[in-house]
């Protein structure tokens, strides 16, 4: 499958867990991968080169910042001089604490909306010059089944995807008429590294797993199939759109 031959896909959150995975699977389709992370991400980018014989970078960036933001988008540039896909996945979850909406920190608040929605936004918003001089791009945001179905005790979590899927819809209108896709990839409940973090996070597994209409628990490569459809010609005239990948948990 080399359908995204030759093409520069960057990452946020790529570093680890279901970011890798995109990574993976993206540098797996031919692509080229730039890997943004506030983690330590060398080593995947070294083993998605060795792996998958694409040429890959890691740069370190908070998504939150502008400023870095800035520089990603420079370094993607400098490397391959393009940048054809663009995978909102940086997200503040693991670290969450849980808190009912009445006892929420109003600087919890502020941090997830920072990472989730912003960074979504200014990524968007530097890499978006680049694919509008191209006539071409795609932009995928990572959002939730919780922004459907709400979820107690992560509000601003919750919040912050339902923001996601606005915000798509806006770029999806003002980038479309530049050639650029924008949609939205809405997982389910993934068994993810950052998910297994925070043991917290686990404890509606068996009612969220009862809900659904294939009664199993979803994995990051569960995922990979939809990015890539996102990704690829074969999504050219789909626009605005979010692709949710649940088990069924939201409309069955």
Same mark, same amino acid.
């Given at each position: 499958?080399?359908?995204?031959?030759?093409k520069?896909?960057?990452?946020?959150?790529?570093a680890k867990s279901?970011g890798r995975?995109f990574a993976?699977?993206l540098a797996q389709?031919g692509?080229?991968?730039?890997?943004?992370?506030?983690a330590?991400?060398?080593t995947?980018?070294?083993?998605?080169?060795t792996g998958?014989?694409v040429?890959?970078?890691?740069v370190?960036?908070?998504v939150?910042?502008?400023?870095?933001v800035r520089q990603?988008?420079?370094?993607?540039?400098?490397?391959f001089?393009?940048?054809d896909i663009?995978v909102?996945?940086?997200?503040y979850?693991?670290?969450?604490p849980?808190?009912?909406?009445?006892e929420?920190?109003?600087?919890l608040?502020?941090?997830v909306?920072?990472?989730n929605?912003r960074?979504?936004?200014?990524t968007?918003?530097?890499?978006?010059?680049?694919?509008?001089k191209?006539?071409?791009?795609?932009?995928i945001?990572?959002?939730?089944?919780t922004a459907?179905?709400g979820?107690?005790d992560?509000?601003?979590?919750v919040a912050?995807?339902?923001?996601?899927?606005g915000?798509?819809r806006?770029?999806?209108?003002?980038f479309?008429?530049h050639?650029?896709n924008v949609?939205t @990839?809405?997982?389910?409940l993934?068994?993810?590294?950052?998910l @297994?973090e925070?043991?917290r996070? @686990?404890?509606p597994?068996?009612?969220?797993l009862?809900s659904?209409a294939?009664?199993r628990?979803?994995?990051?490569r569960?995922l990979?199939?939809?990015?890539?459809?996102?990704a690829?010609?074969?999504?050219?005239?789909?626009?605005?759109?979010t692709l949710?990948?649940?088990?069924?948990s939201?409309?069955t």
């Amino acid at each position: 499958m080399a359908q995204l031959a030759g093409k520069v896909a960057l990452v946020t959150g790529g570093a680890k867990s279901i970011g890798r995975t995109f990574a993976q699977g993206l540098a797996q389709a031919g692509a080229n991968i730039v890997i943004a992370d506030i983690a330590e991400g060398e080593t995947t980018a070294k083993e998605i080169a060795t792996g998958f014989g694409v040429a890959a970078i890691f740069v370190k960036c908070d998504v939150s910042d502008e400023t870095q933001v800035r520089q990603l988008i420079a370094a993607a540039i400098a490397k391959f001089g393009r940048i054809d896909i663009l995978v909102n996945n940086a997200a503040y979850f693991a670290a969450m604490p849980l808190h009912p909406a009445h006892e929420l920190p109003v600087e919890l608040w502020d941090k997830v909306m920072a990472v989730n929605v912003r960074g979504s936004f200014l990524t968007a918003k530097h890499a978006a010059p680049h694919m509008m001089k191209a006539k071409s791009g795609k932009i995928i945001n990572i959002s939730s089944g919780t922004a459907y179905k709400g979820m107690p005790d992560m509000a601003a979590y919750v919040a912050s995807k339902a923001a996601v899927l606005g915000l798509t819809r806006t770029l999806a209108r003002e980038f479309g008429p530049h050639g650029i896709n924008v949609n939205t @990839l809405a997982p389910g409940l993934i068994e993810s590294e950052s998910l @297994l973090e925070n043991p917290r996070h @686990l404890a509606p597994t068996e009612r969220i797993l009862a809900s659904r209409a294939i009664a199993r628990k979803g994995l990051p490569r569960d995922l990979v199939g939809g990015l890539l459809f996102l990704a690829s010609p074969a999504s050219d005239f789909m626009t605005g759109q979010t692709l949710a990948i649940d088990g069924g948990s939201i409309n069955t």
